[in-house]
């Protein structure tokens, strides 16, 4: 099985950046697909990006894109995710995911799952 633990979460001015990592145990992380997802306060959660650990394909959802990305350390097993431009709607919880086949349509899909790290947004 896959552990996730998440990091780099914090508070931030609007406008401001983060850069949450994502650190995958054991000798699996080659053939997963490693994904953020957020989830706010009485909202679900929704998916933000992911990529193919192999190929290092990667999708970003509309409501981030140009904004968000994510990228791999394949050496080390990481995935970060970049945010530029923050706003106070990005306040959320932040979780790392990953499985073999999964949707970021559908958080269900996603068999493993961090922790989350929190990122708070101030105007």
């Known amino acids: 099985q896959v552990q996730l633990v998440e990091s ?23 053939r997963n697909v490693m994904g953020w997802f957020r989830e706010a306060p009485d909202k679900e959660r929704e998916g933000i990006a992911q990529i193919y650990t192999t190929t290092e394909d990667i999708a970003i959802a509309d409501v981030v894109k140009g904004r968000f990305t994510i990228s791999q350390d394949y050496a ?48």
């Open 76 to 123: 080390t097993r990481t995935v970060y995710l970049q945010m530029d431009n923050l706003k106070p709607e990005d306040t959320a919880m932040y979780y790392c995911a990953a499985g073999h086949n999964p949707d970021l349509r559908s958080a269900q899909s996603w068999p493993y799952w961090g922790r989350g790290t929190q990122v708070t947004v101030s105007s």
């Open 8 to 30: 780099g979460g914090g508070s931030v001015q609007a406008g401001g950046s983060l850069r949450l990592s994502c650190t995958a145990s054991g000798q699996t992380y080659r």
